[in-house]
């Protein structure tokens, strides 16, 4: 879409990580999930809804008219430590029932997905029409 807009409109996004909002309230609360996140996160804290403010305003702004076709990462080193923090695991299983892997839960086997929420199922249903188009189509061997 940069390319295709470019140079009439700016086209960027913000990769936001964890940030603590309502709708994370019950992982946060749960030591046995959050102390393990804190230390995959090099600044050491979790996002705030200000810090994806901030990163939308910026690329709003005229201080980014020479920014098009990025991807932000707002989310505190999280995406730059990946693979090293990603062999950190919890003790225990936490009470949300969230269990860290390896890799994110779109590239597991459907057998060990999360318990399905309108974002897993919107990930499910993505990953098997891409699965579905490389079988299926002649381009793709």
């Known amino acids: 879409m940069a390319l295709q807009w ?5 086209v960027n996004c913000v990769c936001p990580g964890v940030i603590e909002t309502p709708m994370t309230a019950a992982l946060i609360a749960d030591p046995a999930w959050r102390e393990p996140m804190l230390q995959r996160h090099p600044l050491g804290r979790l996002g705030q809804p200000a810090d994806i403010a901030a990163a939308i305003v ?10 098009t076709g990025a991807a932000l990462p707002v989310d505190g080193g999280y995406t730059a430590a990946w693979p090293r923090t990603s062999r950190i695991k919890p003790e225990t299983k936490s009470s949300a029932k969230t269990i860290w892997r390896k890799r994110p839960a779109s590239r597991l086997p459907k057998s060990t997905m999360p318990a399905s929420t309108p974002a897993t199922a919107g990930i ?6 891409r699965h579905t188009s490389r079988v299926s189509s002649p381009a793709h061997p």
């Open 6 to 10: 470019a140079p009439r409109v700016r």
């Open 58 to 67: 910026y690329l709003s702004s005229d201080e980014a008219s020479f920014v």
């Open 124 to 129: 499910a249903k993505l990953t098997a029409r």
